[in-house]
């Protein structure tokens, strides 16, 4: 299995304190890979690190081998790397379809937008009953599924980055949620998913690393932390 992202080392901050200490991970094709943890540990600011939006960090960030942790925000997307971040970021007075096409504004040309278009409306049949239907108009699940949608809209996919994608969703609409991000580990894509619960991701995720005060304090498949009652206990409070 080909390794896809690779972080070595990254430390970051917003301010005086360090949000994240010298944390590493890999993140390969055709895998869910999760980083799970408590709120305020710093899960959210391990993706902002790779997609660049981390003004104040240190460290190696590795796309197929390159370095792109000097890179704009702008041009890290364009090597193929989707940020879906918390919560739904939708334009609601815009309908379905043009929400969509906002995320493949990017793209070369009409011809792979078409391309990605039919593949997200393959991967949400949903979306496709309501394409000309405004956002506003959307359920919760549904809007997270034009979130993620519109991430896929881009014309390079080399990593999907998923924050929280299953937060204050129902479990038969996380199901849903979580079945397309299957599909897309099966088509190749490799995904990184930031959760707060282990279970939510136990099924889907071959690897989970798990992150406290900014450090990750264990990594492994999820059975073993699903078993473990002392990592449950000190650092997931359960
Ligand atoms: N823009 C910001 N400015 C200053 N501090 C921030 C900012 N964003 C996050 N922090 C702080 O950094 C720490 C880590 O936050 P982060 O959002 O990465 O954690 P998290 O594990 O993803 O939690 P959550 O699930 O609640 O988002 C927290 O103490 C948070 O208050």
Same mark, same amino acid.
């Given at each position: 299995?080909?390794?896809?992202?690779?972080?070595?080392?990254?430390?970051?901050?917003?301010?005086?304190?360090?949000?994240? /200490?010298?944390? *590493? !991970? =890999?993140?390969?094709?055709?895998?869910?890979? @999760? $980083?799970?943890?408590?709120?305020?540990?710093? #899960?959210?600011?391990?993706?902002?690190?790779?997609?660049?939006?981390?003004?104040?960090?240190s460290g190696v960030?590795?796309?197929?081998?390159?370095?792109?942790?000097?890179?704009?925000?702008?041009?890290?997307?364009?090597?193929?790397?989707?940020?879906?971040?918390?919560?739904?970021?939708?334009?609601?007075?815009?309908?379905?379809?043009?929400?969509?096409?906002?995320?493949?504004?990017?793209?070369?040309?009409?011809?792979?937008?078409?391309?990605?278009?039919?593949h997200v409306l393959?991967?949400?049949?949903?979306?496709?009953?309501?394409?000309?239907? /405004?956002?506003? *108009? !959307? =359920?919760?699940?549904?809007?997270?599924?034009? @979130? $993620?949608?519109?991430?896929?809209?881009?014309? #390079?996919?080399?990593?999907?980055?998923?924050?929280?994608?299953?937060?204050?969703?129902?479990?038969?609409?996380?199901?849903?949620?979580?079945?397309?991000?299957?599909?897309?580990?099966?088509?190749?894509?490799?995904?990184?998913?930031?959760?707060?619960?282990?279970?939510?991701?136990?099924?889907?995720?071959?690897?989970?690393?798990?992150?406290?005060h900014g450090e990750?304090?264990?990594?492994?498949?999820?059975?073993?932390?699903?078993?473990?009652?002392?990592?449950?206990?000190?650092?997931?409070?359960?």
């Amino acid at each position: 299995m080909s390794t896809q992202l690779e972080i070595e080392d990254i430390s970051a901050n917003y301010g005086r304190e360090p949000v994240l /200490t010298g944390v *590493s !991970l =890999s993140v390969d094709a055709a895998q869910v890979t @999760g $980083i799970v943890g408590p709120n305020g540990n710093g #899960k959210t600011t391990c993706l902002r690190a790779i997609s660049g939006l981390m003004p104040r960090m240190s460290g190696v960030v590795r796309l197929n081998g390159e370095r792109i942790d000097r890179l704009a925000p702008e041009q890290i997307a364009r090597r193929g790397i989707i940020h879906v971040p918390q919560g739904d970021l939708v334009y609601k007075k815009m309908t379905v379809r043009d929400n969509l096409l906002v995320g493949g504004t990017m793209n070369p040309n009409r011809a792979v937008t078409a391309d990605r278009l039919e593949h997200v409306l393959t991967l949400f049949p949903r979306l496709r009953e309501r394409l000309t239907q /405004t956002a506003s *108009s !959307l =359920s919760g699940g549904e809007r997270r599924m034009l @979130g $993620i949608g519109r991430g896929l809209m881009a014309a #390079k996919m080399q990593l999907l980055m998923l924050d929280e994608p299953s937060l204050g969703l129902a479990p038969l609409v996380i199901d849903q949620i979580y079945e397309a991000i299957n599909n897309l580990s099966q088509e190749g894509l490799a995904i990184l998913i930031v959760e707060e619960s282990v279970e939510r991701i136990a099924a889907t995720a071959r690897h989970l690393s798990l992150l406290s005060h900014g450090e990750f304090v264990w990594s492994g498949p999820p059975a073993e932390l699903l078993a473990s009652d002392a990592l449950a206990e000190t650092y997931l409070g359960v």
